[in-house]
T-cell receptor, first 114, second 113 residues
Framework: AQKVTQVQTEISVVEKEDVTLDCVYE???????LFWYKQPPSGELVFLIR??????QNEISGRYSWNFQKSTSSFNFTITASQVVDSAVYFC???????????FGGGTRLMVKP | DAGVIQSPRHEVTEMGQEVTLRCKPI?????LFWYRQTMMRGLELLIY????????DSGMPEDRFSAKMPNASFSTLKIQPSEPRDSAVYFC???????????FGPGTRLTVL
């Protein structure tokens, strides 16, 4: 069975600091997709990125960047120059190509203080 | 394009009452998911529909929970009778294709007293 682990349950940083949220996954499948979602205090889940297992290129979107390392089964998320609005719970998730359902990690609560 | 719509946003009810949560997926999406989120258990998938047909309901806690999708634009999740331990945020999500991302609704915060 597949599993997603986010070991950092809570991170606190001061505004403008860089912060990396770790995500480690387990699966025996060779084809899968990885996702990150953001859940701000308002409660909705916002899709951030999808990555397939064949594409190990790092991705950058503004202050957000993602580092996918298949060798270590990790899909880490870095926020550069964090802002208070980045405060949220961030979830990493895995979808097997042969499956239909997302497996979510436990989430990391990020608090960015002014 | 409107996102996934859920109603009500908040529901407070008494133990033993019937509760119905509603979801309208994004137009053109053919898969619909119901999740429950609690502090203790995180995000749990309850049931998944594809083309209006329930595919996997193994996450439904017990017979008190039932879900329907009578057409491509509407789904309900019903709890009868409700219990305090059902208190949670219930999310509906929809997806266009199997490998695409799921888009979540704003959630319904259910409190059972």
């Amino acid at each position: 069975a597949q599993k997603v682990t986010q070991v950092q349950t809570e991170i606190s940083v001061v505004e403008k600091e860089d912060v990396t949220l770790d995500c480690v996954y387990e699966t025996r499948d060779t084809t899968y997709y990885l996702f990150w979602y953001k859940q701000p205090p308002s409660g909705e889940l916002v899709f951030l990125i999808r990555r397939n297992s064949f594409d190990e290129q790092n991705e950058i979107s503004g202050r957000y960047s993602w580092n996918f390392q298949k060798s270590t089964s990790s899909f880490n998320f870095t926020i550069t120059a964090s802002q208070v609005v980045d405060s949220a719970v961030y979830f990493c998730a895995l979808l097997l190509y042969a499956g239909n359902m997302l497996t979510f990690g436990g989430g990391t609560r990020l608090m960015v203080k002014p | 394009d409107a996102g996934v719509i859920q109603s009500p946003r908040h529901e407070v009810t008494e133990m033993g009452q019937e509760v119905t949560l509603r979801c309208k997926p994004i137009s053109g999406h053919n898969s619909l998911f119901w999740y429950r989120q609690t502090m203790m258990r995180g995000l749990e998938l309850l049931i998944y529909f594809n083309n209006n047909v329930p595919i996997d309901d193994s996450g439904m806690p017990e017979d008190r929970f039932s879900a329907k999708m009578p057409n491509a634009s509407f789904s309900t999740l019903k709890i009868q009778p409700s219990e305090p331990r059902d208190s949670a945020v219930y999310f509906c999500a929809s997806r266009r294709d199997r490998v695409n991302e799921q888009f979540f609704g704003p959630g319904t915060r259910l409190t059972v007293l």
